[in-house]
């Protein structure tokens, strides 16, 4: 997929995820946080699917990280949970619509950052927003470094406006 067109995807889809819910979920920093989560996860949409691994989506998101995320956060949101359905015509949050749905994708990709109390890193901060996604989204366990996030966000992100 071309970067020009998944960054402005990913972009409306935050943008109708804010008008819908009323939350900010849209401010550059996000969209930018977002991006490069996918950039570094799938090489910004090339892969929807981990090869050898749980990993699903562009967001590159586990099964069981996922179930979390419903279960343990989007429960006791509903109104973030029906913007959600909105603004990705779907009813059922599961397995396929992960892989399949590029807007749940992101959705659920900034869903995982909210669930973290501290704000996001300003936009174009590379060193904090490669601190913040491997903390926040891939974890000290993970094999993604902040080093790659770097790389990737200047390949994919850092030329947007």
């Given at each position: 997929?071309?970067?020009?067109?998944?960054?402005?995807?990913?972009?409306?889809?935050?943008?109708?995820?804010?008008?819908?819910?009323g939350?900010?979920?849209?401010?550059?920093?996000?969209?930018?946080?977002?991006?490069?989560?996918?950039?570094?996860?799938?090489?910004?949409?090339?892969?929807?699917?981990?090869?050898?691994?749980?990993?699903?989506?562009?967001?590159?998101?586990?099964?069981a990280?996922?179930?979390?995320?419903?279960?343990?956060?989007?429960?006791?949101?509903?109104?973030?949970?029906?913007?959600?359905?909105?603004?990705c015509?779907?009813?059922?949050?599961?397995?396929?619509?992960?892989?399949?749905?590029?807007?749940?994708?992101?959705?659920?990709?900034?869903?995982?950052?909210?669930?973290?109390?501290?704000?996001?890193?300003?936009?174009?901060?590379?060193?904090?927003?490669?601190?913040?996604?491997?903390?926040?989204?891939?974890?000290?366990?993970?094999?993604?470094?902040?080093?790659?996030?770097?790389?990737?966000?200047?390949?994919?992100?850092?030329?947007?406006?």
């Amino acid at each position: 997929m071309h970067k020009r067109q998944l960054y402005n995807l990913i972009e409306e889809t935050l943008v109708d995820l804010a008008d819908r819910s009323g939350w900010n979920l849209n401010g550059r920093e996000a969209v930018q946080l977002v991006g490069g989560t996918i950039a570094i996860e799938s090489r910004m949409g090339y892969y929807i699917q981990q090869i050898k691994g749980p990993a699903l989506g562009i967001s590159q998101i586990e099964l069981a990280s996922f179930k979390s995320l419903v279960d343990n956060f989007l429960y006791y949101k509903p109104e973030l949970t029906n913007a959600i359905r909105e603004v990705c015509n779907i009813n059922d949050f599961n397995k396929e619509a992960l892989i399949y749905n590029l807007k749940f994708s992101i959705c659920m990709t900034r869903v995982k950052y909210l669930t973290d109390p501290n704000p996001l890193p300003k936009p174009g901060q590379m060193d904090t927003m490669a601190g913040y996604y491997k903390r926040v989204y891939n974890t000290p366990k993970g094999k993604a470094t902040k080093r790659k996030f770097k790389r990737y966000f200047k390949k994919y992100i850092l030329w947007q406006k």
